[in-house]
T-cell receptor, first 111, second 112 residues
Framework: DAKTTQPPSMDCAEGRAANLPCNHSTISGNEYVYWYRQIHSQGPQYIIHGLKNNETNEMASLIITEDRKSSTLILPHATLRDTAVYYCIVRTPAQDDKIIFGKGTRLHILP | DGGITQSPKYLFRKEGQNVTLSCEQNLNHDAMYWYRQDPGQGLRLIYYSQIVNDFQKGDIAEGYSVSREKKESFPLTVTSAQKNPTAFYLC???????????FGSGTRLTVV
């Protein structure tokens, strides 16, 4: 089973910031949080990942709470091309790295 | 360009036939994965392999088989024992444990 919980869907107005939450209350100390997105009928695309510090790249920002039990992916200025399913997963660089995905959040960008 | 190649993009088979989906990567990645996706659903792990000549079952391995004879290749066979094989199949790889996963573009299998 997936170790993360995400809302099934969200709406965001074009040009506004999209904030996608993820709950990972059972995360362990050496597990990273990864975010991916999947545009219809394509393979998922890596967005960002982090361990405990906030991270930012050209695509998004990742905010991880101090207790690491939840995180938020921020798309600062959403466009119609950001319409996709967003997956949050937790992984540890361990012997048995199964990489389990949940159902993700379907983000609708409204014009 | 480096990447993961899945072929074909669309595949049609008659019920009761085995079919093999190809996945090739030139990224020099050690670990490879197969996922199944049904409409409106997330990705479910079928099989994964951390190293050549070794692989493990994922959550829904029944009716599927794999091999990992070469680092670059991880073919998936959908057997006649798989009761509902029509789905979108995704292959993925990662260089080592904990690194970001790269995905292929997927194969849509339809069994009629």
């Amino acid at each position: 089973d997936a170790k993360t919980t995400q809302p099934p869907s969200m709406d965001c107005a074009e040009g506004r910031a999209a904030n996608l939450p993820c709950n990972h209350s059972t995360i362990s100390g050496n597990e990273y949080v990864y975010w991916y997105r999947q545009i219809h009928s394509q393979g998922p695309q890596y967005i960002i990942h982090g361990l405990k510090n906030n991270e930012t790249n050209e695509m998004a920002s990742l905010i991880i709470t101090e207790d690491r039990k939840s995180s938020t992916l921020i798309l600062p200025h959403a466009t119609l091309r950001d319409t996709a399913v967003y997956y949050c997963i937790v992984r540890t660089p361990a012997q048995d790295d199964k990489i389990i995905f949940g159902k993700g959040t379907r983000l609708h960008i409204l014009p | 360009d480096g990447g993961i190649t899945q072929s074909p993009k669309y595949l049609f088979r008659k019920e009761g036939q085995n079919v093999t989906l190809s996945c090739e990567q030139n990224l020099n990645h050690d670990a490879m994965y197969w996922y199944r996706q049904d409409p409106g659903q997330g990705l479910r792990l079928i099989y994964y392999s951390q190293i050549v000549n070794d692989f493990q079952k994922g959550d829904i391995a029944e009716g599927y088989s794999v091999s990992r004879e070469k680092k670059e290749s991880f073919p998936l066979t959908v057997t006649s024992a798989q009761k509902n094989p029509t789905a979108f199949y995704l292959c993925a790889s990662t260089p080592d444990r904990g690194r970001a996963v790269a995905f292929g573009s997927g194969t849509r299998l339809t069994v009629v």
